[in-house]
């Protein structure tokens, strides 16, 4: 069973606890439902170039990764450096994130864009995302049918929630919705977690114009970011690059400071 398999049997236990202890109208009721999203769409479109700064204190090939981080300190820094977004891990046992993550962010950085980011197979996670903050899910094309990733995107519109659909392979833009906001393509192949950003290169032309390119992992130079500009990506998911270091969102402030645009 490869890495991605793996989770996806987990996740369908935690969604199926999740049903046991809450419900949709219980997720309706929590303070941040039914506040208004804020743009990722827009908020990309404003920008030579979109930075997606990542809190993501864990994975599953590099393990720990920064233990210490202060989430509230650390995004409030990305926004502060330039970020036009921030994405929040929510995964427990593979990512080492928490819901919890998702309020703080969303109280020290009430304007700006946040993406959930776990692996969503069910609806009431989507309820569950917007009842704790975020203005955009994730959704994984690898781990949905083509008629799952439409009725969750659906219901992510319905709740004024923009969609990141991330795709791995050619036949995975089939399932993309007409109505979808974002496409990310992950140089990470979450079978074997190797990294190729020439994945995003192929794959770009592929992509009906009409969506905003989101480029995704192993993004550690500026020199990647020139590069995936000029085959059309204008947004682009940071994550570890930051992550990693003593100081995550001065690394961020360098980063971006260094960009040529």
Known sequence: MNILNKIIEVKKDEVRELKRKTSVKMLEEMPLFNRNCNSLKKAISEKQIGIIAEFKQKSPSKGIINSNASIEEVTKGYVDAGAVGI???????????????LVKTRKAN??????????IIDEIQIYEAKAYGADVILLIAACLKKEELFNLAETAKKLGLEILVEVHNEDELEKIPDFNDLVGINNRNLKTFEVDIQHSIRLAKQIPYQFIKISESGLSEVSNIQLLKENGFKGFLIGETFMKTNDPAKTCREFISNLPF
Do not use: M
């Open 110 to 119: 009430p304007d700006t864009p946040i993406l959930r980011k776990d692996f």
């Open 87 to 101: 994405s929040v891990l929510t995964d427990s046992d593979f990512f080492g994130g928490c819901l919890e993550n």
